[in-house]
């Protein structure tokens, strides 16, 4: 595993896109767009916590404002824009998304105050219309957080982080979605009580990337390791963060899309990684690659 890039607060949202690999720094405020030698560019400024990001069809790319509910629009010109407010169906703050090849986005959202110690509560995942519309389009999820769209654009896959497990949706024609199931159950589903019992887990799914074979890399964000899994749940292949790191995101990208870029830091509380600038990016070269399809 090599070090990429190094000095960030906490790299979260990665992503490959027309040759480069993005990345959200939480606490520094930023999207990222680093080259495949680690040399970094700032892309876009987000004062309330970037995540998930995204790319319209007319090559705008969406990012998720995380406390304040909001999914920003850079255009291809570099202006910054308000694409929708989803304030009103989420009180707590919104994750992780994907857009998918008609430009919708599905967005994750936390359900409950999870750095106050919150009793926690199901999260939803919301759709994002082209128009910025928003609607409701899963409910009762356990942290709802990576998510992939199938190359078909048929199907979305979502890790349930505090349920140890991945949930598909069947993806209607217009962006509904229908046929809940379980994708693959990964780690042991804890109790929903408190902020104790929901670390109770083996298995925290976390980012993820789909590849050509229809597996999924994940990080495991509880056990500091990325790992790929099969349809049904079963691991098939892990690689660990170094040094003993938490491991919070992957992607697939590179030239032959075979490069698995992770994102590592000490832990995830917030008090700590604004503290230092211990984030850092490796990448791992793997045997399949990402699939041609929406991460």
């Excluded at 080259?35 to 069809?57: C, I, K, Y």
């Excluded at 308000?82 to 304030?87: C, F, G, K, T, V």
């Excluded at 967005?107 to 409701?136: C, M, N, Q």
């Amino acid at each position: 595993m090599e070090k990429l890039l190094e000095g960030g607060l906490f790299f979260e949202g990665l992503r490959w896109h027309d040759g480069s690999w993005y990345v959200s720094d939480l606490y520094a405020h930023e999207v990222l767009r680093v080259s495949v030698d680690g040399r970094a560019e700032h892309v876009a400024t987000v004062p309330n916590q970037p995540s998930g990001s995204g790319w319209l069809p007319d090559g705008s790319l969406l990012v998720a404002s995380m406390t304040d509910r909001r999914i920003l629009r850079l255009s291809p010109a570099g202006v910054v824009s308000e694409h929708a407010d989803l304030s009103a169906l989420s009180p707590q703050y919104i994750n992780d998304m994907v857009v998918d090849r008609f430009g919708r986005a599905y967005v994750g959202t936390f359900g409950f105050d999870l750095f106050a110690g919150a009793t926690p509560e199901p999260g939803d995942i919301l759709r994002v219309d082209p128009d910025g519309s928003v609607h409701v389009a899963a409910q009762d999820l356990r942290f709802p957080n990576g998510m992939v769209v199938t190359p078909e654009n048929d199907t979305l896959i979502v890790a349930e982080t505090f349920g140890g497990r991945f949930t598909a949706f069947t993806i209607d024609q217009d962006g509904s979605l229908r046929d809940r199931r379980v994708w693959g159950q990964v780690g042991t589903e804890p109790s929903y009580e408190s902020i104790e019992t929901i670390v109770r887990t083996d298995f925290a799914p976390d980012g993820c990337v789909l590849d050509a074979e229809g597996h999924i890399w994940v990080a495991d964000a509880l056990n500091g390791r990325a790992c790929r899994v099969a349809p049904g749940g079963k691991v098939v292949d892990e690689v660990r963060a170094p040094h003993g790191l938490g491991l919070y995101s992957c992607t697939l990208g590179g030239e032959d899309g075979r490069t698995l870029l992770i994102c590592t830091a000490p832990s995830f509380a917030e008090h700590e990684r604004k503290a230092a600038k211990e984030g850092e990016l490796y990448v791992h070269t793997v045997d399949v690659p990402r699939s041609e399809g929406r991460p």
